[in-house]
């Protein structure tokens, strides 16, 4: 699952390769008959397997810009593939809070997210 929900992170951020997002959808049938979801696009089948909320896309995006741009203050340049990686190990441990929203968070990446449309 976790390499699945990397593809859905790059995906997201929008460097997922037109071989790899092929490859998936080929196999968005036979992941939601292994995962039992009733989902059939298969970033709703990975969404509802790992029962993602409805702003874990707003969350990966202001996270990759955010954790993009330290990068580049600091001199280096987060690649998306890294990102990915990154993204799912926190989101994956326990009292991860990579997608919760305390007051206006929400707001504040939905406008962070805006000013880089």
Known sequence: MDTLFAT???DV???????????VMSMAPKLRQALGTTATEWRAVVAEA??????????????????GDAAKAAGTTLTPDAFAGMFVEEYSKDGSRVDVWPGDALDRAKARIARRS
């Not at 951020?13 to 490859?23: A, D, N, Q, V």
């Open 8 to 10: 859905y992170v790059l």
């Open 13 to 23: 951020i929008g460097h997922l390769t037109p071989e790899k997002e092929r490859s």
């Open 50 to 67: 790992l029962h993602l909320s409805a702003t874990i896309d707003i969350a990966i995006l202001d996270l990759w810009h955010t954790n």
